[in-house]
């Protein structure tokens, strides 16, 4: 099992060490090889160098598993230049006791070292292993011209076939498989790229890598964000100087400079030239050999508009809530109030037929009954507002309970305001008190006169309108479905955001003291939700308002239920 796995290639956490080691041990187990056939040559054609020649063969079989041993342990680097030394310097020490260079076999070995030398130690390495040996033959020639030195005549050209017939093809096995290692690894490199390329473009936030503000690469998503084609068209182009607003770009270079790392709202700039929110998040990184800044930017457009219709709708849903407590609390106080205008209006009647009055008296019950009387229509419309009216529900056409308030409506509004409808032939019939529409109606077109103070257009419109789910989220109180909707809609002063938000509050008016009780819109409020409607207002200041009230739409035709 242990010779099993020695025989196998080491593999280390660094992928250029892992590589210089399998290159060594192909080169290592081959010089392991070598000195079998050198010393089986040796014993059939020179038995008297067989001494010599073992002593040779054990120490530089001693050599190479020291050095595997080394190259297995880690020591990969160490191995390879050991091997190359010891491989040059039995060479050299060869050539000097035997026939110095003019051996074809040691040319070829030191031929067989800068070759070694390059693949395990690169360019540099083998060139001056080169040098080195020319250098040493040289030295040899000259020693040998001087007579310092007497080599022995050449080896026979055998030994020159063995050296090419072992170790040329190890070479070529070595080559082979370093090629085959490359292509692989060069396959898996672009493999890799590809799935980091593809995993980039199907982000759902933008990348970009800058250099000192010049975009050098991006995605795909960062390119359809601004509004390009591809990232081709940003490379190359300071990103700072079209892709942001005056401002933001002031603070992403702030933030840049400070070095943080925390997100950043900014406003973008599309290739258009429009603008949306978007969120930046940078860092440093090494990309390439050089440290570089990596952008994410995302387009937050939805996410912000998300969070303003969170907090609408909890603004709304808080103002629904309270105003069906408050309807509740008026409710019950209206109840209570009714009975004792109930028993005035009562006793004021039993008291003007039990006996004669004087003028005087009789004027008196007359007021206290009209106040009886106003007193009576406020508790209406706080029942109203609490949606506990007594109702006759009916299925009807709103637009004949328009056409029957016609003359009504009409010297409500007085000569200075021009009244105005704009009805669809074909409406849907609803299932709701006739009384009630004509309150709702006359309600609103009140307080649209008294909002046009230099007069101006009034318009009723009818019409079907069909509400989905994103109408609901604008208006909590609505459910999906078909709906009746009838517009009162002014040309007057218009309504402030804040004065918008509470004008369904009872007793909320903007009219003077004693010009408005407060209670006609919290009425028309009341009476719409009993109904399973809703109320959507629009106002523009200086501009007018605009009360759409949608009532369900019924599936029955017009006629008493």
């Known amino acids: 099992m242990k010779l099993t796995r020695i025989l196998v290639p080491p593999v280390f956490e660094d992928e250029a060490k892992s590589h210089q080691a399998f290159l060594l041990h192909v080169v290592l187990w081959?010089?392991?090889?070598?000195?079998?056939?050198?010393?089986?040559?040796?014993?059939?054609?020179?038995?008297?160098?067989?001494?010599?020649?073992s002593?040779?063969?054990?120490?530089?079989?001693?050599?190479?598993?020291?050095?595997?041993?080394?190259?297995?342990?880690?020591h990969v680097r160490w191995a390879s230049r050991l091997q190359v030394g010891a491989l040059w310097l039995f060479m050299t020490v060869t050539a000097l006791t035997s026939a110095g260079v003019h051996s074809?076999?040691?040319?070829?070995?030191?031929?067989?070292?800068?070759?070694?030398?390059?693949?395990l130690l690169g360019f540099r390495v083998a060139l001056a292993v080169g040098l080195l040996s020319a250098s040493f033959g040289y030295l040899m020639l000259r020693a040998e011209a001087g007579g310092y030195i007497h080599f022995a005549p050449p080896d026979p050209p055998a030994s020159v076939w063995i050296v090419g017939a072992v170790l040329f093809p190890v070479i070529a096995v070595a080559q082979y498989l370093a090629q085959r290692e490359m292509r692989r690894a060069l396959r898996i490199a672009r493999d890799n790229g590809l799935r980091a390329q593809t995993l980039s473009d199907a982000?759902?936030?933008?990348?970009?890598?800058?250099?000192?503000g010049v975009i050098i690469d991006a995605n795909q998503r960062f390119a359809e964000i601004f509004g390009y084609a591809s990232p081709a068209d940003l490379l190359g182009r300071r990103g700072l100087d079209f892709m942001l607003s005056e401002e933001s770009r002031v603070r992403v270079h702030e933030r840049m400079t400070a070095g943080g790392d925390v997100p950043l709202q900014v406003t973008a700039i599309r290739r258009d030239g429009s603008t949306f929110p978007g969120e930046t998040h940078?860092?440093?990184?090494?990309y390439m050999g050089r440290t570089l800044r990596i952008v994410a930017m995302r387009d937050i457009s939805d996410r912000l508009q998300a969070e303003q219709d969170r907090i609408r709708f909890r603004e709304r849903m808080g103002q629904v809530q309270k105003l069906e407590l408050v309807g509740r609390l008026a409710a019950g106080v209206a109840h209570d109030f009714n009975n004792l205008l109930t028993c005035i209006s009562g006793n004021?009647?039993?008291?003007?037929?039990?006996?004669?009055?004087?003028?005087?008296q009789g004027e008196l019950l007359d007021s206290l009954q009209r106040a009886a009387e106003s007193g009576s229509r406020l508790t209406g419309q706080?029942?109203?507002?609490?949606?506990?009216?007594?109702?006759?529900?009916?299925?009807?056409?709103?637009?004949?309970v328009v056409a029957g308030l016609h003359s009504v409506l009409l010297r409500l509004v007085g000569n200075d305001v021009k009244l105005e409808f704009d009805l669809a032939e074909a409406l849907g019939p609803v299932d709701v008190d006739p009384g009630q529409v004509e309150q709702i109606l006359v309600n609103l077109c009140v307080n649209a006169r008294d909002a046009m103070s230099s007069g101006g257009v009034l318009t009723v419109r009818s019409r079907e309108v069909q509400i989905g789910p994103d109408d609901c989220r604008e208006h909590p109180d609505a459910t999906p479905g078909p709906y009746v909707c009838v517009e009162v809609a002014d040309a007057g002063a218009g309504m402030a955001p804040d004065v918008m938000a509470r004008i369904f509050e009872p007793f909320f008016t903007t009219k003077p003291p004693g010009q408005g009780t407060g209670l006609g819109l919290a009425a028309v409020y009341g009476i719409v939700r009993q109904n399973a409607g809703f109320v959507a207002v629009s106002s523009d200041v200086g501009v007018g308002s605009v009360f759409a009230v949608h009532l369900p739409r019924a599936q029955a035709t017009p006629g008493r239920v």
Not at 64 to 69: D, E, R, V
Not at 104 to 116: E, F, H, I, K, N
Not at 348 to 360: E, G, I, M, N
């Open 55 to 74: 002593i040779q063969a054990l120490a530089g079989e001693g050599v190479n598993f020291l050095l595997i041993w080394m190259m297995r342990a880690g």
């Open 382 to 400: 706080l029942l109203a507002m609490g949606r506990q009216q007594d109702v006759a529900r009916q299925i009807l056409n709103v637009n004949d």
């Open 348 to 360: 004021a009647t039993l008291l003007r037929q039990t006996k004669p009055l004087s003028r005087d």
């Open 203 to 212: 982000a759902f936030e933008g990348l970009m890598i800058h250099d000192r």
């Open 104 to 119: 074809q076999a040691y040319q070829t070995g030191y031929c067989l070292v800068v070759v070694l030398a390059g693949m």
């Open 282 to 286: 940078g860092r440093s990184l090494e």
């Open 30 to 53: 081959s010089m392991v090889l070598v000195p079998i056939p050198y010393w089986t040559y040796t014993l059939i054609s020179h038995p008297s160098n067989v001494p010599r020649v």
